[in-house]
């Protein structure tokens, strides 16, 4: 008895969970309707984003002799006496453009900048990934996330490399910490 109860039971419970959701009130829309407007809110979310990036300046340069260029810095720095910075990313990178617009065009840290720092845009692309210059400063067959910092001295000797993600606030930079990062060379 036991056994023809259970056996009912999981008929019932079969054809219950069974039933097309046409027969529902809002005839089975309801499951695509959530998919749409998420795929269409990511479609926006990208539109905006090659937008932004359109307008923003592009300081990566792909053709560049990059360890020329730092090589001229360590030479510059020394007679300054100011550290380097090194923006490691692309012009395919949006967070990287946000950053050097952000610097650039927030008069306290350009100031900041200007000041301590010779700064220099590590192009990191399909076209030249850099990878000898990179080697020098991290463990290249390790992932990065872009853009990160390689802070020097002013003889060329690495201080700290710096990931940015700490220096992120919504889809900005927060002006305290990236000054905290310009005035000390690290945020942790």
């Known amino acids: 008895m036991k056994k023809i ?37 990511e479609l926006e979310a990208k539109k905006k984003a090659a937008e932004e990036k359109a307008k923003l300046p592009k300081p990566y340069n792909p053709k560049a002799d990059a360890q020329a260029d730092i090589n001229k810095l360590v030479a510059q720095a020394k007679k300054e006496g100011k550290n380097i910075i090194i923006q490691a990313g692309g012009n395919w990178c949006i967070w990287c453009l946000r950053f050097n617009n952000f610097v650039q065009t927030t008069p306290e840290l350009k100031e900041i900048v200007d000041k301590k720092y010779l700064y220099y845009h590590l192009n990191y692309s399909p076209d030249n990934k850099n990878e000898k210059v990179f080697a020098q400063y991290i463990n290249i067959k390790e992932q990065q996330f872009y853009p990160f910092f390689i802070i020097l001295d002013k003889n060329g000797k690495k201080i700290h490399v710096q990931q940015s993600e700490v220096l992120e606030d919504g889809k900005g930079y927060s002006k305290t910490k990236v000054k905290e990062f310009l005035e000390t060379g690290k945020v942790l």
Do not use: C, W
């Open 5 to 41: 109860a259970i056996l009912a039971f999981l008929g019932l419970s079969i054809f219950a969970f069974s039933q097309d959701v046409n027969n529902l009130p809002d005839k089975g829309k309801r499951k695509t309707a959530l998919i749409v407007p998420t795929e269409q809110k």
